[in-house]
């Protein structure tokens, strides 16, 4: 973290989680009350922005695949332009805003404009979409790792450079982000590269959101499903050893708290 320096204003990149506004830290609450403008992605809208006080302008910057969307040198001045008015600024960012946020592009903008800035960490749409499905990320023995990986590259499609015999290692639970489009080309490759049709998946779809989808199925299945369906709804995808084939684990599911 950076320290203000008078008489240009502020930027916090403040992590909004994956929708639900009961996950975000108190210091992002916070800041968002705090601040006299919100630059917000559509993903991190909604009942998040009522944390906004009644004084800050909010500014949608989002950026949708297949949508129209704001170019991040856009989003780049605004920041910067806000901040140089002397403004306590919040750029606003679904999950956390280090995983597959672009963050670093707007870091560098600040940077080079003297900007001080601070980066507030908040939950990843992995960690809600497993604890929405009622299991761990990790196992122990079986899955020693967790892997983050992006299912798109800058043209929408499946990345070039994919390291398969990282992808297709069968002790690891991996997480797909932006992958809906590319799953079915990912799945056959990690089948050529050995990984069984028949590890498990999970898809979430709309996670921390009322209308959240969870789909417990398999990698085949999954990418078959994927082939037919049409992107409508942000998802995420995670595959590996995943806890819900344990067997002691089918007697329950998550649900609501007694107090809610």
Do not use: C
């Not at 930027?11 to 996950?23: I, K, N, Q, R, T």
């Not at 991190?44 to 909010?58: F, K, M, Y």
């Not at 932006?178 to 069984?196: D, I, N, V, Y």
């Amino acid at each position: 973290m950076t320290q203000p320096s008078s008489p240009k204003g502020f930027v916090s990149l403040v992590s909004a989680g994956p929708g639900d506004p009961e996950l975000l830290t108190l210091k992002a609450a916070r800041r968002l009350a705090q601040a006299d403008v919100v630059l917000f992605d559509d993903l991190a809208s909604g009942p998040v922005l009522d944390h906004a006080g009644p004084q800050a302008e909010l500014v949608s910057v989002g950026k949708r695949a297949g949508r129209p969307s704001a170019r991040q040198d856009h989003v780049n001045a605004l920041l910067v332009s806000h901040a140089q008015a002397g403004r306590r600024v919040v750029r606003l960012k679904s999950g956390d805003a280090g995983i597959f946020g672009r963050l670093e592009e707007e870091l560098v903008a600040l940077a080079g404009a003297g900007i001080a800035f601070e980066i507030i960490p908040g939950v990843t749409s992995a960690s809600a979409a497993a604890a929405a499905a009622g299991i761990p990320l990790t196992r122990r023995l079986t899955s020693r790792r967790v892997q983050f990986v992006t299912g798109a590259d800058v043209t929408g499609e499946l990345p070039h450079d994919v390291n398969w015999a990282a992808l297709a290692d069968p002790a690891v639970t991996t997480v797909v982000f932006m992958g809906q489009r590319s799953f079915p080309r990912l799945a056959e490759g990690l089948k050529a590269h050995g990984l069984s049709d028949d590890t498990p998946a999970l898809f979430a779809e709309a996670v921390g959101h009322p209308h959240q989808r969870l789909v417990r199925t398999t990698v085949s299945k999954l990418a078959a499903m994927m082939a037919q369906a049409k992107v409508v709804q942000p998802g995420i995808i995670l595959y590996g050893p995943l806890a819900f084939d344990t067997p002691e684990l089918h007697g329950g599911s998550p649900g609501a708290a007694p107090d809610s």
